[in-house]
């Protein structure tokens, strides 16, 4: 269900706005099957057109992503197929509907590429090729990195909204890596003190460490639907270029 928010900023934008609109944390779109009606999804304030803005990034990471996920595991059941259906203009509930699904499937083919040996260094981590696949018979789509920065600035914002009442404001950056075997035990070490680990349904992990001074300044591990692991933090620019 969606919340009401009163008159006030946009977590997005932070522009004042009489009308705000509630734009869930994860998006609604990538929970997997199996959420009780009642588990409370977490929602930020957002106003209308970046909520739109958003709704366009989230299903077009979801549509690249969510066909690679196993559609029988409790962090991403039922997505993969749910993707599958939405390219599938017969299921269609109206002329509008059918040329729209359409549409998506032929630009989502026009993306493909064969993948080539080459290439394999760029494969975002926890996304290689499959056992009992030949290089040959497989397919690659891009996943942009402006797409990722832009889901770890979410997650980010509406973490720092629920549990902190705060907004980010330009004065600090955002941003991500991928969460990689040469690193984890260096991050892990990181996130050992301090830290907390926050349940947002099976489809997202969290786990956070604030900065002591500051309440916005932190370092996450986000894990979404198991298998896209990645870094964000968040920081004060000045302290960056000191
Ligand atoms: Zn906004």
């Known amino acids: 269900m969606s919340k009401y928010f009163p008159p006030g900023l946009c977590a997005h934008c932070l522009n004042h706005f009489e009308n705000l609109t509630s734009d869930h944390v994860l998006p609604e779109s990538w929970y997997p099957k199996g959420i009780p009606v009642e588990f409370e999804k977490w ?15 989230e299903e077009d990471l979801l549509t690249r992503i969510g066909l690679l996920l196993d559609n029988d595991k409790l962090e991403s059941k039922g997505i993969r197929d749910k993707v ?9 509930k109206s002329t509008k509907d ?49 797409t990722i920065t832009k889901i770890t600035e979410k997650l980010v914002k509406g973490m720092t909204y629920i549990f902190n009442n705060a907004f980010i404001n330009d004065e600090y950056l955002i941003d991500f890596d991928f969460f990689e075997k040469e690193t ?4 892990e070490k990181l996130l050992s003190f301090d830290s907390k680990e926050y349940n947002c349904g099976p489809a997202l992990y969290i786990k956070r460490r604030v900065a002591i001074d500051d309440d916005v ?3 996450y591990k986000i894990i979404l639907w ?17």
Not at 84 to 92: C, F, L, T
Not at 129 to 135: F, G, R, W
Not at 226 to 242: A, H, N, S, Y
């Open 84 to 92: 599958i259906r939405s390219m599938k203009p017969n299921v269609g």
């Open 217 to 219: 300044s932190s370092l």
């Open 226 to 242: 198991g298998r896209l692991k990645l870094i964000g933090w968040v920081t004060r620019k000045e302290d960056e270029t000191v």
């Open 184 to 187: 984890e035990e260096y991050f």
């Open 43 to 57: 929602q930020m304030p957002s106003c209308i057109d970046c909520n739109k803005k958003y709704s366009i990034i």
């Open 98 to 146: 059918k040329a729209c699904r359409e549409r998506k499937r032929k630009k989502f083919l026009s993306e493909l590429f064969p993948i080539k040996e080459n290439m394999l260094q760029s494969v975002i981590p926890g996304f290689g090729i499959e056992p009992n696949y030949q290089l040959s018979e497989l397919q690659a789509i891009p996943v942009y990195q402006e």
